[in-house]
Every structure is written in C-alpha cells, then in structure tokens.
C-alpha cells in the first residue's frame, strides 16, 4: 500500500518532470528562429571542416577500468543489506570476518590489477 | 523479517577452501613478486592439491547434504574429486617444463589452474542447479583464459575465442533451463526437482523444454553432438598442457554434474530424456570416430578422439542404473590418466621448438626411442579401448551396464564405433613402429624431463594395472554409488 | 487509508519540490557566479534584477530563444533523448532527501519529505549513475570527436568514484543501521555532552571526506570537471548541443551538484535537525536549518572550483583508485569492527579516534603520491596533454 503510494509519487515527480521537458521543448519550437545553412549543422571541429566519422575507438584503458568497476560496483551492492543487519547480528560472531574475507578476496584482485600496472594511466 | 545466518559446514568445502585460498596466494606472489621462480608457484599449488585431497580423505565416510542442500558430500562426489585432483596434479607436471619451453610461462597459469579445478569439484559435488552454474562458470572462465594462455599464437587466440562465445552461449541455454525448471516446480534444489517432478501438476511441457536446455548446455560442456564444434578448435589452439587438462578434468566434472542433475532431478522423467540422449550418444560416438579418422594434426586427432569418448560415457547415463554410473565413474578416471598420458608424450615429442604435430613426423619415431614410443602406444592402445590396457576395462563396464538396462543396440552402435575408432589409433601406432625413421629429420630428439618422466610413468603404469588388475578399482567406483545419490 | 486530501497533498509536495528546484538552481547560478567572482577580486553579474539575482533566469530565458541546431552527423533520436535522461534522474533523486520536520493539520500528518523509501540511499546512488546514461549517450550520439572523448573520460570519471562514494555511504549505512534516509536523519538526533550534536560529521569524519570528494567528481564540478575541460575538449560531451538542449544539461549539472549537496546534509550533517530555539516559527525552523546546511555545501563546492586547479586525467584515475578505493574499503571495514564492538565500549569515543587516526594517514599517503607522481612528472615534462 504504502510501497506503490511512495513509488506513484515518484511517478508522479517524473511525470511533472517529462511534462517540464516536454513543455520546454514544445515552447521552444514555437519560439525559436529557424535559419537553417549546412554550415551551420557540420559537426564542430574547431571551424575546420570535419573530417571522417566523428565515431573513433577508444582506448583499451576505458574497458580495463569498466571491467574493475563492475566488480567492485557489485561489491558494494553486497555490503549494503550486510551493512543493515550487521548491528543486529552481532551476536552470531563470525558475519565480520565473513565479509572481511569477501572483501580481503576482491582486494587481492585489486592488487593484482595495480601490480599488474592495470591503474596506470600513464605508462 | 529477522535474518538468521546460515549454519556453514566447513569442513564439507575444505577441499574447494584449500583450492581457492591456494589460488590467492599463488596470485598475490606472482603479482608482489613476478620474478618469483616458477617451480615454487608449481611446488605451492602441488601441495595445495594434496592439501584439497586430504581434506577430500578426510570427508571419506562423511555421507551429508550441507549448505542449505546445495552441496552433497556423497560418495560419487568423492570420486569425482579425487578424478579431478589427480588431472590437476598431473596436469601441473606436464605443464611445467612445457610452458617454459613455449615461453609462457606467467605466473597466472597456477592459479587460474586451481580456481579451475575448485569448480570443477563444485560441479562434481553440487546438488542445487545454481551451484552448478557458478561452478561451471568458475571453471569456464578460468579456461577460456588458459586456451588463449599462448598470447602470441593466433591459434591459441581462435580457440580461446571460440570456446569463450560458444561457452557463453551454452551457459544462456543452462541458465534459461535452470529458470524454467525453477518456474515448473519452485525449487533449484536437486531432490525438491525430482520430488515436484513427479507430481501430476507440474507443467510438463515446461518441464521438457527446461530438460533439454539443461540437457543442451551439459552438452556443450562435455562436447557431445551436435554441440562439439568448439572442442577441436579450442584443444588445438590450446597450449598442449592445457588440453589435456580439459579434455580430462573438465570432461570428468561436465559429466557427473550430468548424471547428478539428470539422475537425482529429473530421474522421473527419464522415460523421456533416455532416447533423445540415445542419439546423441550414438551421434557423438559416431561423428568423433569419424571425423577423428580425417585428421592430420595429433591435438586435433585427440580432440575428435575425446568427442567419442564423451559418447560412450554418455552410455552410462542412459543406462540411467548404478552400474552405469559406477563404470562411467571409472571410465572418467581411467580416460583422464591416459588421455593426460597422451598428450604428455606430445610434449615429450619434441624438446626444442614446435612439437610433433602433424601425423607424419611420428613416423619411425618408436624405432629410435622405443620407450617414448612403447608408452605412446600403449596410451593409444588404451583409447582405443584394446585389452590388456585399462581402456578395455572401462568400456567393458559400460558396456556392460548399458547390456543390464536393456539397451543393446546402443551397445551395438558402440561397438560398432569403436571399431571405427581403433582404425585411426592403429594406423598412428603403424607410423610409429613400422615407418622407417626419415635418415636425418633435422627433428631435434624427444625431450624429457623429471616431471614429464613421472607423469608418463604414472600414466602409463595406471593404464596397464587398471586394465590387467581392475578390481580394487572397480569396487572403489561401485562403493562410491553404492548407496545412491544422496539428498 | 489514502482520500483526495492525501492526494491533493501529494500534488502539492511534489509541485513544491520541482519549483523548489528549478529555483535553487536559479540562485545556485547566480550565487556561484558572485561568489567565484569575489574570490577572484571580481565583480559577477550584477545587472539583472537586485545584486543580479536574476541571471540565471535571463539566460535561462535566452537559451529558450535560442535557434537549435541539429548537426546532421547525429543519431537523432539518441541525441534528443540524452538531455532528458541527463535531467530526469537529477530531479528524481532529491524526493528522497527529508527537509524538515513533519507536522499536524488537524489529524493530519504532513511529512516534509517527499517519499520516504526503505531504500532511499540505494535510491539516491542509482540515480547518481543514471546520470552517466545522459552524458554517454550525448557523446556518442553527437557524432563528433571532441563529445566522445569527453563522454568516454566523464564515463570512467564517474564509475571510478561512484565505488568510492558508494562504499562511503555504506560506512554510514553501518553506523546508523538503515538505508532510510528519514531513518539515518532519526539516527543523528540528540548530543554528547548536552552540547554537541549526534551528527555524523563527527564519529565518520573520513567518509564525510571520500563522499565529498566521490561527490564532486560524480558532479563533474571541478576539480574534477575534465568531461568539459574547454582547453581540451571545447565544450565535452555536450559540444554539439545548442538552445533548450544545452540548457538541459546545464540544469542537469545543478541540480546534481545541489541534491548531491542535500545528500551529504542529511548523511554527516544531521538533515534538517538542529536545536529548537525560536519555537514559534514552528517547522519552518528546521526547514532553515536543512537550507542553511544546504547553503554550506553547495558552498563548499564553489570554494572548490574557485581554489583548486583541475587535476590531471591520470592522476584523477590515480586518486580514484589507489586512494579512494581502498581508504574507503579500509574505512568500511573499520566501522564495521567498531559496529560489532561490546554495548560496553564506548565506540564513538573510539571511532572518532580511530577516524581522526585515519584521517591523517590518508592525508599523508595522499601527500606522498602526489609528491612522487610531481617529481615524476618533472621528469617527464612535455607529454602533459593525457587524453
């Protein structure tokens, strides 16, 4: 009950917020001059004339580091529920070590990555 | 809602425990240290396996479901460990000198080769659908590494690839089978599924589609037909270690994971999966066997070779009866020794540069060293499934369950193969011994060292006691299902 | 049971924040503008409206007269879109910051608050990255070179530090045992002493610090603001874009910076809490107290822009991983020790030691980095231009 009442008003906040967009855009597309020129809609490369696709590869550091975030981007998603209930378990002793454990694992591939000069931007 | 933490039997893990936190150290001083000399990281994970296989002696009489039933500590769980530990090992003494001698030697080989091994002991002893999948996972991803551990060869990259996206691939088809068996009777469990399996109001179309795909995906795993087209690619490219160690570990642990799921979940249904994987088997032993015989590369011939292999194993369950599993058991163990013996004397083949790859090198190689060509053939021997060597034995087994369940023209098909099959065998151990050796080849010698010494004795000497003295063997394979699955 | 008041009050408390925001952002503008300003001995806008108040909303309302070119390399329907998945998760992620304290009409509960989510902290980071679907999405659909480099750096930027923020939330998450942001504005009430407030400012000091610093580099702001550095990139990820399209972003990047600022109000600074002194005004009081907090570190992060130089890739990179990560993991670990410490030891006492301990370490591990990595980079100077 009280679960949808909070995410219907959030709902409702994105609704007003799309109607914000959607207003703004609407409002401008009847205010707005229209001079239309190719020149004007060439892809911005400091005035020189843009050459090939403005697509281009990036470098395989990006991915290294993506590949790292997710790893640890879902071990804080782990921590959190364990983050909750931590106080509460206390008295079972051994849920600190566990997650020290956990986390002493995903550290060691951290080490791994930065001995292994993964984090180097520079190399 | 009140959280109640898990009870955590320890010591039912402690074999996959040492196997793991060996991993982590052979990593972290490989990482700290990376000019650490190899033979301690091949020393530590050594002693690691002996460690995982202590524990594992330990758990001898220990017959229990732990971990909230995920995990069975049951007698063919133990076998299949025990399996997998000894492929390790051996593994780790073919590779050493090997990869030194291909300059790959990276000091990630050990522990990616540990955490390999503890999924597959996982897969061998899980008893919930999704501890299957994160061990297979575990121990898929540690090997698409290995396969493509020869950074520099382009062979080893293709395989690697290969084997990557079909593995993928495979484990979408296992995890929509999981889903949807989960979907037909709320549990992942392996007992609850064979408990709601038999109720009338399970969904049974569901129920069959989720079969299969799990059945497709097992498949995969053990490169059985229509699903084996990575497996040559993927054993050729691979480093010659590194093959061996699939086709024996990961065949063995694919394969009771296999009877596990089929046997123990969908046991009920087994009037429905029995004939499909009728043909498959049939299919598998048939198309490795023949392909195998077109093959020039000797890596490519044994991965054909261990296509056909997967079939006659395949026979054991759909024997779907103790005996069937007892010599599937067997032939697991015996098949990993000596298809790791074979692919030892491959490296052994050459000391230098590339290795004796291509059929025709091996030509009069046994009239210039008749030990390294005795053991060879024996290996071959063994393959082919030819008395005395331990390969007679294991199929005899099979054969002989399959004989018990009734299944006699399956028993026909293989024999039938197995005929087939001997041909390619024979014909390499012709070239071997009756070829005259070429008068200066410019081959280098063959290349020996202690550690290749000892594993082809090994293997060579488990293949001729498990063929001419099988039965303390045998007794061990029928004790560890002589009590069934347990859970 | 929920009747057309409920309802009618709902309306009102989200109208209430969405104008609260669009006109925060007006005179977030503006004030940063001012204050920036004065601290580089200038005057700011002074023009529009009293002390130039009204900045923000004259080129707000220019932006909306503006001609929007539309470059014809663009993936158009991305491109559109971008702007708004920039926006919409920014507004969003405010609803669940508490304001101030609930009061009676009648028998009527009005919680200032919008939503009071069991997840709210989770509910907040998700936001936070959702931001980066816009700013990649941007990058890549304008078909240019210079957006899809700063794109890619924002994305890598973003994901770095989002771990680093995350994880020093979950130190809060500990200390306070909830995920409710109502719960951990709850869990900060009261004093030491009679005078000094429960804030967790004091017992999580070191995850008061990474959140910051994880704040400033999830907002793009400077230091930290290499996804628009204008010597680099002219103008990031959002080069291509003109008129109401830009304007989008631009409010996108404010109220990030101001629900961000709201965040770390409610998690270390106590909400809206503070001690009752003129009873009066009634709930308003502390509704000036969660604006003043609010005020300060929005402050904080203009200060920033207006003191520190903008930090090199690699060593952004650098801080993200080598220090922020495992100081965080370090931390949360602390706290959790601290957490599962006996009732009979006086944990706080010991965490502030404790944290003032590690405060200090991390200062002078950071300081060591950077000395080394300056002395290499004297080494290496000329390849300073780190793409």
Redesign the interface.
């Known amino acids: 009950m009280s679960y949808y009442w909070q995410y219907g008003t959030l709902g409702a906040l994105t609704a007003v917020g799309g109607a914000f967009v959607v207003i703004a855009f609407l409002g401008n597309r009847l205010m707005r001059p229209r001079k239309p020129r190719v020149e004007k809609a060439t892809t911005y490369e400091c005035g020189m004339d843009p050459v090939g696709e403005g697509w281009s590869n990036t470098h395989i550091r990006y991915y290294l580091f993506a590949f790292l975030f997710v790893i640890f981007d879902v071990e804080s998603v782990f921590l959190f529920p364990w983050a909750v209930q931590l106080e509460k378990l206390r008295p079972q002793g051994t849920v600190l070590v566990e997650m020290i454990v956990f986390i002493g694992i995903l550290a060691i591939g951290l080490l791994y990555a930065w001995k292994k000069k993964v984090l180097e931007w520079v190399k | 809602m009140p959280f109640v933490a898990p009870h955590i039997a320890w010591h039912g893990i402690a074999p996959e425990l040492a196997l793991v936190g060996g991993a982590l150290v052979a990593l972290l001083i490989d990482a700290v240290k990376p000019a650490v000399d190899r033979r301690f990281l091949a020393g530590l994970s050594l002693a690691t396996i002996g460690l995982a296989a202590w524990f594992t002696f330990d758990l001898r009489d220990t017959r229990a479901v732990i971990m909230q039933g995920t995990l069975a500590v049951d007698g063919v769980a133990l076998f299949g460990r025990l399996i997998l530990l000894i492929t390790a090992a051996m593994t780790i003494l073919i590779s050493y000198h090997y990869l030194s001698r291909r300059r790959i030697h990276r000091g990630e080989y050990y522990p990616l080769l540990l955490l390999a091994t503890s999924g597959m002991t996982l897969l061998a002893a899980s008893n919930d659908l999704l501890l299957s999948f994160l061990a297979i996972e575990t121990l898929s991803l540690a090997l698409y590494v290995m396969v493509g551990f020869a950074r520099r060869d382009e062979k080893s990259q293709e395989g690697a690839l290969k084997y990557f996206l079909l593995g993928a691939f495979s484990s979408a088809f296992l995890l929509y089978g999981i889903a949807l068996t989960y979907g037909a009777t709320g549990s992942t469990q392996l007992s609850v599924i064979s408990k709601q399996a038999a109720v009338a109001s399970v969904d049974e179309r569901l129920m069959f589609v989720a079969v299969a795909m799990i059945a497709v995906g097992f498949a995969f795993k053990v490169a059985a037909v229509p699903f084996h087209m990575w497996s040559p690619d993927a054993y050729q490219g691979a480093p010659t270690s590194v093959t061996g160690f699939m086709a024996a570990g990961t065949k063995a642990a694919a394969f009771i994971g296999f009877f596990r799921v089929f046997l123990v979940a969908f046991g009920a249904l087994q009037w429905d999966w029995r004939p499909v994987l009728w043909i498959v088997a049939v299919a598998t032993m048939a198309v490795g066997s023949l392909l195998a015989i077109a093959q020039t590369d000797v890596k490519r011939m044994l991965a054909y070779s261990s296509i056909a292999h997967a079939g006659y194993v395949l026979i054991g369950l759909v024997a779907a009866n103790r005996d069937g599993v007892s010599a599937a058991l067997f032939y697991l163990l015996i098949y990993a020794v000596m298809v790791l013996g074979a692919f030892a004397a491959v490296i052994v083949s050459a000391p230098g540069g590339s290795e004796r790859l291509s059929l025709a090198e091996w030509g009069g190689i046994g009239r210039r060293y008749p030990v390294f060509g005795g053991a060879m053939t024996l290996f071959l021997l063994a393959l082919a499934g030819l008395p005395p060597t331990s390969g007679f034995t294991g199929k005899f087994l099979l054969f002989a369950a399959a004989i018990k369940a009734h299944e006699n023209a399956l028993v026909v098909a293989a024999t039938i193969t197995s005929v087939v099959a001997a041909f390619f065998y024979v014909r390499l151990i012709v070239l071997i011994w009756l070829q005259d050796p070429p008068p200066d080849d410019g081959h280098p010698g063959i290349g020996p060292t202690p550690a290749l010494i000892t594993s082809l004795g090994i293997a060579a000497a488990a293949t001729i006691v498990f063929g001419v003295w099988p039965q303390s063997l045998i007794d061990l394979a029928r004790n560890a299902i002589s009590h069934g699955f347990v859970g | 049971m ?1 009747d057309g008041i409920d309802v009618l009050i ?2 009102i ?3 209430v ?2 104008g609260f925001l669009l006109v925060s952002v007006l005179l977030t503008i503006w004030a940063e503008r001012r204050i920036v300003a004065l601290m580089q001995q200038r005057i700011g806008p002074n023009r529009v409206g009293p002390f130039g108040v009204l900045q923000g909303l004259a080129d707000g309302i220019k932006l ?10 663009v993936d158009r329907s991305v491109y559109f879109l971008a ?2 998945a920039a ?2 998760p920014a ?2 992620a405010f ?1 669940v910051v508490p304001v101030g304290r609930g009061f009676h009409i009648g028998h009527r509960v009005i919680t200032l608050h ?4 069991n997840v709210g ?2 509910f907040f980071l998700a936001m936070g990255s959702l931001m980066v679907y816009g700013i990649v999405l941007a990058g ?1 659909s ?8 700063g794109a ?1 750096r924002s ?2 930027q973003m ?2 530090y ?2 680093g923020m ?2 020093s939330v ?2 809060v ?2 200390w306070s ?3 409710s942001t109502s719960g951990i504005v709850d869990a900060q009430s009261g004093t030491w002493f009679g005078f000094v407030p429960r804030w967790f400012i004091i017992p999580q000091l070191p995850a008061l610090v990474m959140f910051l610093l994880g704040g400033l580099a999830e907002t793009n702001r400077a230091p930290f603001d290499l996804p628009e550095a204008e010597t680099e990139l ?1 103008g990031g990820y959002h ?2 874009y003109t ?2 399209k830009f ?2 972003f631009f409010l996108a990047e404010y109220l990030h910076v101001i629900t961000t600022s709201a965040l770390v109000v409610t998690l270390f600074l106590g909400g809206w809490r503070g001690p009752n002194i003129l009873p009066f005004l009634g709930p308003l009081l502390f509704v000036g107290y969660f604006l003043a907090k609010l005020g300060l570190v929005i402050f904080l992060f203009m200060w920033a822009r207006a003191t520190i130089p903008r930090i090199r ?2 060593r952004l ?2 801080l993200g ?2 220090v922020l ?2 100081a965080s ?1 370090v931390w ?2 602390i706290t ?2 601290m ?2 410490l006996p009732q009979e030891v006086n944990r706080t006492t010991l965490i502030v030691v404790v944290g003032i301990v590690f405060e200090v370490a991390l200062i002078v591990w950071l300081a060591r980095l950077t000395t080394t990595a300056l002395r290499r980079g004297r080494l ?1 100077r000329g ?1 300073s231009h ?1 793409v």
């Open positions: 929920i709902m309306v408390k989200v109208l924040v969405f909306f007269f503006k001609e929007d070119v539309t470059p014809t390399n702007p708004v926006l919409l507004f969003l609803a919008l939503v009071d989510l902290i989770l890549w304008s078909g240019s070179t210079y957006p899809l480099l890619v994305t890598a994901i770095s989002e771990i995350g994880l979950v130190s998450v500990l045992g909830t995920l002219v080069t291509e008129g109401i304007a989008m890739y690699d990179m650098h991983w080598k990560i495992p993991l949360t670990m959790a020790a957490v599962v290496r390849d780190v």
